[in-house]
């Protein structure tokens, strides 16, 4: 079966058309003329909202939504976030740096405590006596490697946080 020849565009036409519209214009009107067979969904996906054409020669069109039904939120405020960070600063500064797994759970508290996701909220499960040990753990090797260790204690503090996140 041959292909069918395609329509050459007309000066007019692609005059008026500019940007990246341009494009998608231009390659409409050159295969409009082309029938087109239905397109099946992707399978495995999550939730498909599908608002298909039925005229022949028509263009599907559907419209696939990725995003969880409730989605995501966040509803902390500027004065809370004020206070939590206010008192880890202080409480950081008092103690000489001894209390900052407290202080950091203080503020990944607050983060959770204000996360909501599909419509239920997180909650953050750990404390800093059981980020203390791991601390004092980073905190010496630390010191042991002059301080190349560092670059795993982000990664580390953020998997002890994650693991220890819940929903309410």
């Not at 058309?17 to 996906?45: D, K």
């Not at 202080?103 to 508290?109: E, L, S």
């Not at 042991?144 to 560092?150: D, F, K, L, Q, R």
Request: overall charge positive; proline content about 5%.
């Amino acid at each position: 079966m041959r292909a069918p020849r395609r329509r050459p565009l007309s000066a007019s036409s692609t005059r008026t058309l500019t940007g990246s519209t341009c494009a998608v214009r231009a390659l409409i009107e050159e295969t409009s003329h082309v029938r087109r067979a239905p397109v099946p969904l992707p399978t495995g996906l999550a939730r498909a909202d599908a608002s298909v054409s039925r005229a022949v020669g028509q263009p599907v069109v559907v419209n696939v939504s990725s995003r969880p039904e409730g989605g995501f939120q966040f509803d902390g405020g500027a004065g809370s976030y004020l206070l939590v960070g206010i008192g880890a600063t202080l409480l950081t500064m008092v103690t000489l740096g001894l209390a900052l797994p407290w202080a950091i759970c203080m503020q990944y508290r607050w983060r959770t405590q204000h996360t909501i996701i599909n419509g239920r909220r997180l909650r953050f499960t750990g404390s800093g006596g059981g980020l203390f040990g791991n601390w004092i753990k980073w905190w010496a090797l630390t010191i042991v490697t002059v301080g190349i260790y560092s670059f795993w204690v982000v990664p580390r503090l953020t998997r002890w946080t994650v693991e220890h996140q819940d929903f309410s």
